[in-house]
């Protein structure tokens, strides 16, 4: 629907389980382009500048809780340097069972 919230996050390959920078869409904004960065940071001891490799994912939430449930829609994670800055794609084609 287009009020769903759309969470775009990348988590430290080899670190910790929580993101370590998100972003926060309506669904009516996609298909879109972002750039995750520093300032999307949950902690700023942990930004995305810090690591080497992240992965990079969507989901789609009905209930506009970051946390995944039954029914939210999800794309397969993207593995990438940060340091590359290179462009990815997502497609959020998955349901979350």
């Known amino acids: 629907a287009p009020n769903d919230t759309v969470f775009v996050f990348a988590k430290a390959v080899g670190g910790p389980p929580m993101p370590v920078a998100i972003r926060r ?4 904004e996609l298909p879109t ?12 001891t942990m930004r995305l500048s810090n690591f080497d490799r992240v992965t990079v994912s969507a989901r789609v939430s009905k209930s506009g809780d970051a946390t995944p449930k039954p029914g939210d829609l999800q794309a397969d994670a993207v593995e990438v340097e940060t340091k590359r800055g290179e462009a990815i794609s997502l497609s959020i084609d998955r349901v979350v069972r």
């Not at 382009?33 to 700023?44: E, K, W």
């Open 25 to 28: 869409l309506k669904a009516s």
């Open 33 to 44: 382009t972002i750039d995750l960065t520093d300032g999307d940071a949950m902690m700023p």
